[in-house]
T-cell receptor, first 115, second 115 residues
Framework: DVKVTQSSRYLVKRTGEKVFLECVQD?????MFWYRQDPGLGLRLIYF???????EKGDIPEGYSVSREKKERFSLILESASTNQTSMYLC??????????????FGSGTRLTVV | QKEVEQNSGPLSVPEGAIASLNCTYS??????FFWYRQYSGKSPELIMS????GDKEDGRFTAQLNKASQYVSLLIRDSQPSDSATYLC???????????????FGKGTHLIIQP
């Protein structure tokens, strides 16, 4: 089974701190994604990457950056954490087979609280 | 703007009955369709994928796709209390695959199976 591992299940950080969320997948997938999920707003795409050192902005990239130095690892960086970034953060990866993209595999999520 | 619409619910179904979950999407070139189950506080889990018109069955789950009507559904037979969760519909556009745009998610339908 594909595994997507997020480094922390729960995090509490202070306003203004720089925060790193790490994600590693073990299936050699090309694509990796970072989402945040908030009640009533659903899943919102922050950034994605379809290759090493490549990154694309999603729907809500403001206040975030990403890094993908190796194919298996995709990091989300909150440059200066703010209370409105308190959320559940979900990493996902996906690949292609037979010409069809198959569904994402999600990590277990990181619940970040900024105080 | 690609959209995926679901009724937020809650949808209440008695144990043992058939639960029917519906989803419509706006992008006519969409080619890949997925259903995710998400328990409270957990990450989404892929339960069904469907790529062509018609029905696809997997155990108690049946996914139905009608591209002409831009409609996807999920049927859960012999509903169990453990099926109580939020079900997310997700769509990949055929024009860009899973790389450039990724999955577009609906906001989910909250399903409650009453014992």
């Amino acid at each position: 089974d594909v595994k997507v591992t997020q480094s922390s299940r729960y995090l509490v950080k202070r306003t203004g701190e720089k925060v790193f969320l790490e994600c590693v997948q073990d299936m050699d997938h090309e694509n990796m994604f970072w989402y945040r999920q908030d009640p009533g707003l659903g899943l919102r795409l922050i950034y994605f990457s379809y290759d090493v050192k490549m990154k694309e902005k999603g729907d809500i990239p403001e206040g975030y950056s990403v890094s993908r130095e190796k194919k298996e690892r995709f990091s989300l960086i909150l440059e200066s954490a703010s209370t409105n970034q308190t959320s559940m953060y979900l990493c996902a990866s996906s690949g292609i087979t037979g010409g069809f993209w198959y569904g994402y595999t999600f990590g277990s999520g990181t619940r970040l609280t900024v105080v | 703007q690609k959209e995926v619409e679901q009724n937020s619910g809650p949808l209440s179904v008695p144990e043992g009955a058939i639960a029917s979950l519906n989803c419509t999407y706006s992008d006519r070139v969409s080619q890949s369709f997925f259903w995710y189950r998400q328990y409270s506080g957990k990450s989404p889990e892929l339960i069904m994928s469907i790529y062509s018109n018609g029905d696809k069955e997997d155990g108690r789950f049946t996914a139905q796709l009608n591209k002409a009507s831009q409609y996807v559904s999920l049927l859960i037979r012999d509903s169990q209390p453990s099926d109580s969760a939020t079900y997310l519909c997700a769509v990949i556009s055929g024009s860009s695959g899973g790389g450039a745009d990724g999955l577009t998610f609906g906001k989910g339908t909250h399903l409650i199976i009453q014992p």
